[in-house]
C-alpha cells in the first residue's frame, strides 16, 4: 500500500498546514510528513498572505494529488464517510460545509491583524478595527452552531471538518487575548485542549525560528 504524504509549511505559522494535518487526523488516515524550507519561496508567499495557501499542504494518496483544505476535506470524506468528518444529518452537513466554506474563502482582515503563531500569548494585543466584524462573525457562527447542536465541538459530541477548519483562528483569538464572548471563549479552550491540537502546538514550540519578521500591509 502506498504511503499517504502531506506536505506541510510551518507548524508554527502556517493555519494552511494546521487545517490539512488535522482532516487527516479526523479522517484517521495515517500520513508522512513533508516539510517544505521555511526559505521557499511558495511558502512565503503563502506566510505574506499573497496566495490563500499556493499548494500547501498538499495530500499525495495512491496517485491523486489533492491541495486546498476544502478539496482534501472532500477527498478524505469519500475515503472514510464513516469517520465522522461531516454531521450524520442532511442539514446540518449542509450547515457544516457552509461555515467551513466561509472560513476558508474571507476573514482576510483577521488574518492580516492576527496572523498565527503558537509559541507566543500577548495578554493584551491592540486590534486593529477592520478585523472587528470578522471577530463579530465569527462569534456568532460559533454561537449558532454551538446553540443548535450541544457542542462542545461545533457540530455536537465530536470534531468536524468545521473544527479543523477554526482551529487556527481559536488559537489566534488565545495568543492575542481577543475579547470574546463567554461562549467564544470556552470554545476556543476547547480546540486547545484537543490532544491532536496539543500534538501540533508541541511541535510548533520546537521549531527552529528562521522565518523573518513579515513585512504585511494591514
Known amino acids: 500500500m502506498a504511503i499517504a504524504e ?28 513533508k516539510m517544505i524550507a521555511l526559505n521557499d519561496p511558495e511558502n512565503r508567499a503563502e506566510l ?4 490563500p495557501s499556493v499548494l500547501v499542504p498538499r495530500l499525495t494518496h495512491e496517485g491523486a494529488s489533492v491541495w486546498d483544505t476544502l478539496a482534501i476535506a472532500e477527498y478524505l470524506h469519500e475515503l472514510y464517510p464513516d469517520a465522522g468528518m461531516y454531521p450524520a444529518d442532511r442539514i446540518a ?16 482582515n483577521l ?3 492576527l496572523p498565527m503563531n503558537l509559541k507566543v500569548r500577548h495578554a ?6 477592520g478585523a ?19 457542542g462542545p465541538w461545533l457540530f455536537g459530541d465530536q470534531p468536524t471538518v468545521a473544527d479543523a477548519m477554526f482551529a487556527p483562528v481559536a488559537e489566534r483569538f488565545l495568543t492575542y ?13 476547547t480546540i486547545n485542549g484537543w490532544p491532536l491540537m496539543r500534538e501540533w502546538i508541541d511541535e510548533a514550540r520546537i521549531e527552529p525560528d528562521e522565518v523573518e519578521e513579515l513585512d504585511i500591509e494591514f
Open 48 to 51: 505574506l498572505l499573497l496566495s
Open 6 to 33: 502531506l506536505t506541510l509549511s510551518s507548524k508554527n505559522y502556517s493555519s494552511w498546514s494546521l487545517r490539512g494535518w488535522l482532516l487527516c487526523r479526523i479522517a484517521g488516515l495515517h500520513v508522512q510528513e
Open 93 to 108: 452537513r449542509a450547515h457544516c460545509r457552509s461555515v467551513s466554506g466561509e472560513i476558508h474563502s474571507g476573514f482576510a
Open 132 to 150: 472587528k466584524p470578522d471577530i463579530e462573525r465569527i462569534e456568532a457562527i460559533w454561537a449558532e452552531c454551538l446553540d443548535s447542536y450541544g
Open 124 to 129: 493584551r494585543f491592540p486590534i486593529f478595527s
Open 111 to 113: 488574518r492580516s491583524a
Open 177 to 189: 487575548a481577543v475579547p470574546v464572548s463567554a461562549t467564544a471563549a470556552a470554545y476556543c479552550q
